[in-house]
């Protein structure tokens, strides 16, 4: 669905995008992370055709950007992290000229307005100025104006900037019901959002591209948390175990102790787990806790960023 190779952009010398690739297919929620000053913004601006690379290529629906913009536009939406309204015009209006924007006419721009009105919950406002509306109503309007049309490509930067807790989950079963008949390309600041919606992360990093990983793949760790009565002194049972390479104790509380497994490389963390739950139950010893031990994700973005752990460290624990 989107293609995007070897992109680069400079604003005179300094570098905000170095050649940078990726593929996202149909159907895909893609989470863009990367510190303030990584790149994301003017990556998302170029995929949007606002901005023209330097170098590369990108590919929408088979279709060039550069060779076809209004194309590849009119099966794009866009919410940039500065919402694209006019104060001075009322939502009615402005939603108007965004659809025309689109290339929507007659009954097509006719039911295509209403569809967004009624998603996004803001008839009530259709007569009210952009200028007065409150930041989470200002934010479903310029939603609405980046769904109009269907778009096959979705980018969202900040969708949830805003909104409350109620709001914030109707967005995302929006973005859910979205993804089925298109692309979604998420970018935030909250981690959340990202768990709770993508399936696959692009992370960057000085304009690189430093991270592109399934998001299960890259919360899997080779631990697994135990909590259990089972005394350090006899915990040889379960280091004999095939395919256990170390333990260590994390915690101990009355007499509970919890401890940290590390699994050899080649290990399935379920059939390991079902032997280490056999070991103790034999033994006679109370099994309060058995679980994979997963990456934080906000931690593994402030790691990546900071450089003190390296992307292939995470493939390889995977």
Do not use: W
Not at 7 to 13: A, E, V
Not at 237 to 247: N, P
Request: proline fraction near 3%; hydrophobic fraction near 40%.
């Amino acid at each position: 669905m989107l293609e995007v190779n070897q992109l680069s952009r400079k604003y005179d010398d300094f570098v905000a995008v170095e050649n940078v690739s990726f593929t996202i297919d149909k159907g895909e929620i893609v989470g863009l992370l990367g510190h303030n000053g990584a790149g994301k913004t003017t990556i998302m601006k170029m995929i949007s055709g606002y901005l023209e690379p330097n170098a590369g290529s990108i590919t929408v629906d088979h279709t060039n950007l550069h060779s076809e913009p209004k194309t590849v536009q009119r099966i794009l939406g866009y919410l940039p992290e500065n919402l694209p309204v006019y104060g001075d015009m009322v939502v009615a209006d402005y939603l108007d000229f965004a659809a025309d924007l689109k290339g929507l006419k007659h009954d097509a721009k006719v039911g295509e307005l209403k569809r967004v009105i009624q998603t996004m919950d803001i008839k009530t406002k259709l007569l009210a100025p952009i200028s007065t509306l409150s930041r989470g109503y200002k934010q479903r309007v310029g939603v609405a104006q980046a769904m109009l049309g269907h778009p096959k490509l979705l980018i969202l930067d900040e969708p949830t900037n805003g909104l409350d807790p109620q709001q914030t989950q109707h967005m995302r079963d929006l973005i859910r019901e979205v993804a089925q008949h298109a692309t979604v390309i998420l970018s935030t600041h909250i981690m959340q959002e990202v768990e709770a919606l993508c399936t696959r992360v692009l992370m960057l990093h000085l304009g690189r591209l430093a991270l592109d990983a399934q998001l299960a793949q890259l919360r899997r760790s080779n631990h697994l948390l135990l909590e259990t009565s089972l005394a350090e002194k006899d915990t040889n049972i379960l280091t004999d175990l095939a395919l256990v390479d170390s333990l260590e104790v994390i915690e101990k509380s009355n007499n509970l102790t919890t401890y940290r497994i590390t699994l050899q490389k080649q290990a399935n963390p379920k059939k390991l787990s079902a032997n280490i739950a056999n070991a103790i139950l034999a033994k006679s010893e109370s099994l309060c806790l058995l679980k994979p031990e997963l990456h934080d994700l906000e931690t593994l973005f402030r790691e990546i960023s900071q450089g003190s752990i390296k992307p292939e460290e995470l493939n390889n624990a995977a």
